[in-house]
Antibody, heavy 116, light 106 residues
């Protein structure tokens, strides 16, 4: 069965970086884009960007341009999302999801807390 | 940038029909998806390509799009349907989410 398993919760100081991983299983990793979404407390879902594991092409939301880097390691079917220059308003649950005509499978989420 | 607009909240009595709208420019020419998210859980896909329901999603959930508005309809709403609902579409290689609608079943 398709699964996306994310890394655990992180606590970071303002200005630091965080790297969240997303390990896929149960399907051919290079056949579907991986999308990253976050949800801050009291807010809605926010698209961060996405990556095509086959081509390596990325698309980032304008709000995160210059701060986000998405990478993949196809040998271990894992996608990564690194966000730098963290601010308190980056505190949120970060999700990876598979795109197959929709975001059909989601990871369990990784809570990133930014606090001094 | 492209925007999708949802009502912040919708209330419905158990057993009744709930409708959640999502408005966006020329939405009928983009495929709309709908997701349900309950507290502490990851979002779940309910509807894709405007009206298709993935296997395992109850038949009481249905979707439609006309003009600039996509609608998620929940027939025979149950208490367990109380959740946040989000519409989503693509625009110019960008994933766009609506602001979300909190469905209260009372």
């Amino acid at each position: 069965q398709v699964q996306l398993v994310q890394s655990g919760a992180e606590v970071k100081k303002p200005g630091a970086s965080v790297k969240v991983s997303c390990k896929a299983s149960g399907y051919t990793f290079t056949s579907y884009d991986i999308i990253w979404v976050r949800r801050a407390t009291g807010q809605g879902l926010e698209w961060i960007g996405g990556m095509n594991p086959y081509s390596g092409n990325t698309d980032y939301a304008q709000e995160f341009q210059g701060r986000v880097t998405m990478t993949i390691n196809t040998s271990i079917s894992t996608a990564y999302m690194e966000l730098s220059s963290l601010r308190s308003d980056d505190t949120a649950v970060y999700y990876c999801a598979r795109w197959a005509a929709a975001l059909d499978y989601w990871g369990q989420g990784a809570l990133v807390t930014v606090s001094s | 940038s492209y925007e999708l607009t949802q009502p912040p909240s919708v209330s419905v009595s158990p057993g009744q029909t709930a409708s959640i709208t999502c408005s966006g420019d020329k939405l009928e020419y983009k495929y709309a998806c709908w997701y349900q998210q309950k507290p502490g859980q990851s979002p779940v896909l309910l509807i894709y390509q405007d009206s298709k329901r993935p296997s395992g999603v109850p038949v009481r959930f249905s979707g439609s799009t006309s003009g600039n508005t996509a609608t998620l309809t929940i027939s025979g709403t149950q208490a367990l349907d109380e959740a946040d609902y989000y519409c989503q579409a693509w625009d110019s290689s960008t994933v766009v989410f609506g602001g979300g609608t909190k469905l209260t079943v009372l």
